[in-house]
């Protein structure tokens, strides 16, 4: 069966310090991986998703960057947080169009 | 553009039922609904694709109009477990292999 994986669970961190959360599934290949935020008390937010290796697409505009380095891996990044990129930060995977989307336990960040 | 829910929240007692209902402005193709409980990752329920098709999960159910870009969740006889916050997702186009966009959620109290 298929897992994803999301680490770290929690993560408090300073402004302007840098951020890498890494999310990885197991039991399939070619996945469509996805990063979301959810603000406190808010929906979620796609903020970028790839269909393939290298491939990566950036639905906001923002300091965070995304890439993906192997099939089943997925990083997001930034150089220098913000304030406002605190939340729950969730990974997805999927098979494509009309699959439903899985999600990871979430990274919860807090800006300091 | 953001798919809006109504209604905001719903307090139950165990046993009654409820509707859910998430509306578009765009075309739809289908619609994704998630369960979210408190602290945690949302959940998949089920996909609706277009066709006025309507399915079930134990005594959740849900109906989709793609004429009047619409879909609802239906909850009979609510459980405790089905406290938690509902998103509906649309997807960004086609069957949402680029991503989902959510609504706002519904939260749902199921009281004893």
């Known amino acids: 069966s298929q897992t994803i994986h999301q680490w770290p669970a929690t993560l408090v961190q300073p402004v302007g310090s840098p951020l890498s959360l890494e999310c990885t599934v197991e039991g399939t290949s070619n996945p469509n991986l996805y990063w979301y935020r959810q603000a406190a008390g808010r929906g979620l937010q796609l903020l970028f998703y790839?269909?393939?290796?290298?491939?990566i697409s950036s639905e906001v505009p923002q300091n965070l960057s995304a890439s993906r380095p192997q099939d089943r891996q997925f990083i997001l990044s930034s150089k220098k947080l913000l304030l406002s990129d605190s939340g729950f930060y969730l990974c997805a995977w999927g098979q494509g169009n009309y699959q439903p989307q899985h999600f990871g336990d979430g990274t919860r960040l807090s800006i300091l | 553009q953001q798919p809006v829910q109504s209604p905001q929240a719903v307090i139950l007692r165990e046993g009654e039922d409820a509707v859910i209902n998430c509306s578009s402005s765009?075309?739809?193709?289908?619609v994704h609904w998630y369960r979210q409980k408190h602290g945690e990752a949302p959940v998949f329920l089920m996909i609706?694709?277009?066709?006025?098709e309507q399915k079930g999960h134990d005594k959740i159910s849900a109906s989709f109009n793609e004429k009047k870009q619409q879909s609802s969740l239906y909850l009979t006889a609510s459980q405790l477990s089905y406290s938690g916050t509902y998103f509906c997702g649309t997807p960004n186009s086609g069957g949402g292999a680029d991503g989902l966009t959510f609504g706002k959620g519904t939260h749902l109290i199921i009281q004893p």
């Open positions: 765009k075309a739809l193709y289908s």
């Open positions: 790839s269909v393939g290796i290298g491939q």
């Open positions: 609706l694709l277009k066709g006025g």
